[in-house]
């Protein structure tokens, strides 16, 4: 074997027990963090069963094969659907996709400067990332910027959304002016009549701030936008319900469900939190709202006088989180939850703190514009 050859071989060697042990870390430390979730018997509703087929990861170095340990999740979200683990060092769709319009936008909100893009790609991609230098990928990155400048400003005369989903969703990559650090991307989303989600509006603003998302909605009406949806969908924090009532005041409101059990579980000690959860399940998979209510007395009767805090804090959105009961059952998954928004950005939204490289703004929305097109099928 030639030296050069070697010394591929113990690179190649050296980056599959690399990644290997990253990600049986990253089971290990999912599993622990959800240790004291258990069923009605006292059983871990999260462990680890044995590992999924042996995957070949395509690399700059050549192929790598990976087992992944697999993880038995028996935990349901705020729809209903049973939660799957998903390994945040090697999505699944990474392993697929070819389209740079999916992994260049992911890897620049992930924290990665455009000088280490080729390096990156490479590891990604391996010969498919060929003559991508970084002066290539500035010059991608300037006529998708283009392409979000002529979306942010298209008619929507004739469109029309039924409900829409608003969030303010903050990203791995530090944005450069150290004084805005609170700013966020301000994401809504819209159903039409026909059920199609779309993309409907982006802007860089505060999540708390009613003047950003009065901006962002003034914004969207004056693109030609027919009505005003019948129901918005959002956490309680958001500034997005004060603009709401001055822009669309005929929309009814409901509050997003996995953000409102968050909130409550909060405020409650961690030995109760699962049988704290496993009730306010029962409230928003209620098969009737009269269900529903009778569920929810039931949460606040149980647990007001020992966790005031967490009693009131359901209690007072009471109105905002049963408003879905009043829409057709074959959309109430849809809309108790910002699930349209989380899904999309659930890889690259931040977890963690910022890492430390330096992006622009409009860098930044225009990555997030490519990664929920490319979410749509664009």
């Known amino acids: 074997m030639a030296p050069k050859d070697v010394l591929t071989e113990v690179l190649r ?14 089971v290990a430390e999912y ?36 087992r992944q340990p697999r993880v038995n999740d028996k935990r349901v979200d705020a729809d209903g659907t049973r939660i799957r683990f998903t390994s945040k060092i090697l999505p699944r769709y990474l392993r697929r996709t070819r389209s740079l319009d999916e992994l260049i936008p992911w890897l620049y909100l992930k924290g990665i400067s455009t000088g280490d893009f080729t390096e990156a790609l490479q590891a990604l991609l391996g010969p498919d990332a060929g003559g991508l230098s970084a002066t290539n990928i500035v ?29 303010g969703v903050y990203f791995n990559v530090r944005l450069e002016d150290e004084g805005n650090q609170g700013q966020c991307i301000l994401v809504l989303m819209g159903a039409t009549p026909e059920g199609k989600k779309e993309l409907v509006a982006l802007a860089e603003g505060y ?8 901006e962002l909605l003034l914004g969207v009406k004056a ?45 409650m000690p961690k030995h109760v939190q699962p049988k704290a959860k496993g009730m306010l399940h029962d409230i928003r998979m209620a098969e009737t709202k009269a269900d529903a209510e009778v569920a929810f007395d039931l ?12 009693a009131a804090c359901l209690a007072r959105d009471r109105e905002k989180l049963l408003v879905f009961y009043d829409f057709p059952a074959e959309h109430w998954r849809h809309i108790r939850t910002t699930n349209p928004i989380e899904s999309t950005f659930a890889t690259v939204r931040l977890r963690t703190d910022k890492t430390k490289g330096c992006g622009s703004r409009m860098a930044c929305l225009t990555m997030v514009f490519k990664l929920a097109r490319s979410a749509e099928g664009h």
């Open 223 to 267: 693109q030609g936008l027919e009505g005003a949806p019948k129901l918005a969908v959002g956490d309680g924090a958001l500034g997005f319900w004060a603009a709401l009532r001055k822009v669309w005041p005929a929309t009814r409101e409901q509050r997003c469900w996995v953000h409102k059990t968050a909130n409550v579980l909060n405020k």
């Open 139 to 167: 010059r991608l990155k300037a006529s998708w910027q283009q392409e979000w400048k002529d979306w942010d400003k298209r008619s929507l005369a004739g469109k029309q959304y039924v409900y829409v989903w608003a969030d």
């Open 299 to 310: 949460f606040v009767e149980t647990f007001e006088a020992k966790y005031p805090k967490a």
């Open 31 to 66: 599993i622990e963090a959800h240790a004291g979730e258990r069923d009605g018997s006292g059983h871990r509703l999260v462990v680890r069963n044995g590992h999924l087929p042996q995957r070949t990861i395509h690399t700059g170095i050549g192929s790598i094969h990976v």
């Open 207 to 214: 999540r708390e701030s009613e003047q950003s998302w009065k």
């Open 13 to 26: 060697e050296g980056a599959q027990q690399m990644l290997a042990t990253a990600i049986q870390q990253e």
